[in-house]
């Protein structure tokens, strides 16, 4: 690594299962070590801080002890989120609302801000953020998660511009329905219309998503900043 790190620590938020796990056992092939941060340790034998990503104080902490115990962090992947029940705008409860944007939304800001700062101050770093199609094109009985992806989106642009030139690369990546087990969250009508807009008609691997994560996460990586990259079967129109 050009900053000259003796370890390269990739922290994946809600790395302990699901498309966390992917990245994170993906980006361990390429010599990182990665760090997850989730409620619960999952199965993957990596590294592991317990943190609530939309806690401030948690972020904090988390980060401290990420950097006491495993080193610098160069590589931060904000994945932790979750849909929601499928129910309709009129019929979201206010509570169910605001818990899928503080994890979502917040979430990323708090880690993003934390880490940044931190990587900042040694003139490199990758971030890359999860954010959905659904934040683009708005998943109807999906309001909550819809509208919290498109503010990861534009949260992305956002700090990708502010920190271009600084060796901190912000991106996103913006898939389409990943088969994991998330989509048990959602009604099987909701699950079927996402697999029919896909021209591949099929649902995303995890394996795959964690493809692309792994280059935006790279040295490979060193033009793209403020940038969302679609992973959709086709199904983007813009």
């Known amino acids: 690594m050009s900053a000259g790190f003796s370890a390269r620590i990739a922290v994946v938020t809600g790395g302990a299962k699901g ?5 994170a056992a993906r980006l361990a092939q390429d010599g ?3 760090v997850v941060w989730d409620l619960a340790p999952g199965a993957g034998g990596h590294g592991f801080v317990a943190c609530d990503v939309s806690d401030e104080a948690q972020v904090a902490e988390a980060l401290a002890v990420t950097e ?3 080193g610098p962090v160069a590589v931060l992947v904000n994945n932790a989120g979750f849909t929601g029940p499928s129910t309709k705008v009129a019929e979201t409860p206010l509570a169910q609302w605001q818990k899928v944007q503080a994890v979502n939304l917040t979430g ?4 993003s801000r934390a880490v940044a700062a931190a990587m900042l101050a040694r003139r490199y770093g990758r971030i890359v953020n999860i954010a959905s ?8 009985t ?3 998660y819809s509208a919290a992806k498109a503010g990861v989106i534009a949260l992305t642009k956002a700090q990708g511009k502010e920190l271009a030139g600084s060796g901190v690369l912000v991106n996103a990546v913006a898939p389409a329905a990943i088969e994991t087990e998330l989509l048990l969250q959602m009604s099987e009508e909701t699950v079927a219309t996402m697999v029919a807009k896909s021209p591949l008609k099929r649902l995303g691997t995890v394996e795959e998503l964690a493809e692309l994560v792994a280059w935006l996460a790279s040295e490979k990586c060193s033009f793209s900043t403020g940038a969302v990259f679609d992973l959709s079967g086709g199904r983007a129109t813009y």
């Open 19 to 23: 498309i966390g796990r992917a990245v």
């Open 32 to 34: 990182l070590e990665p």
């Open 68 to 70: 006491r115990e495993h």
């Open 108 to 111: 990323t800001f708090l880690c």
């Open 133 to 140: 199609l659904a934040g683009k094109e708005g998943t109807p």
């Open 142 to 144: 999906l309001a909550a």
